[in-house]
C-alpha cells in the first residue's frame, strides 16, 4: 500500500473522527452523550431487561472505561441517575431524568435535521453503500486485531 493511501485514509478518518464533536455545535451532549441517553431511555434492541451499565457496552460497543466516563459526565449534568440493584448490588442501572429527557429530545431533532440535510446533499443510496462500507471496514478491522491478538 503506497504512502498516499495511507495518508489519505489517515486524513479522512481523523476528519470523520472529528465529527462527533461538531455534532450538532448547539446542543449540550455530545454524539456519544446522545447515543447513550437514547439507549437509556428506549432501551437497547440487544436487551430486554432493565439496562444496566453492562448492556450498555454491549449495545453500543463502547469499552467499560468510556462508558463509564460518559454516564459520569451525563450525571454531572443532572441528566441521569444511577442505583444499584437490590437483588444484586454489584450490577447498576441507569435511568434518564427529566431534565435528560427534554435533552435528549432537543438533540434527537437537532440530529434528525442534520443527517436529514446529509442524506439529502449525499443521496440516499449512496449514505446505504457508506453504511456498508463502514460496516466491512469496522469488520476486516475487528478481525485483524483479533488475528494478531492471538499471535
Not at 434527537?108 to 435535521?113: A, G, R
Request: with cysteine; charged share 25%.
Amino acid at each position: 500500500m503506497g504512502s498516499s493511501l495511507k495518508d489519505s485514509f489517515l486524513s479522512a478518518s481523523f476528519r470523520f473522527k472529528k465529527l462527533d464533536a461538531c455534532y450538532p455545535s448547539h446542543c449540550c451532549i455530545s454524539l456519544n452523550e446522545w447515543v447513550i441517553m437514547d439507549k437509556i431511555t428506549n432501551g437497547c434492541v440487544c436487551t430486554s431487561s432493565t439496562l444496566n451499565t453492562t448492556e450498555i457496552q454491549t449495545c453500543i460497543q463502547l469499552s467499560r472505561p468510556a462508558i463509564s466516563q460518559i454516564l459520569n459526565s451525563l450525571e454531572k449534568k443532572g441528566y441521569i441517575i444511577r442505583g444499584i440493584d437490590s437483588t444484586d448490588r454489584r450490577k447498576l442501572y441507569v435511568t434518564a431524568t427529566s431534565k435528560g429527557n427534554t435533552v435528549l429530545k432537543e438533540a434527537k431533532t437537532s440530529y434528525e435535521q442534520v443527517l436529514n440535510e446529509v442524506v439529502s446533499e449525499f443521496g440516499e443510496e449512496d449514505m446505504f453503500h457508506m453504511i456498508d462500507y463502514l460496516n466491512r471496514l469496522v469488520d476486516i478491522y475487528e478481525t485483524v486485531d483479533s488475528n494478531n491478538r492471538k499471535e
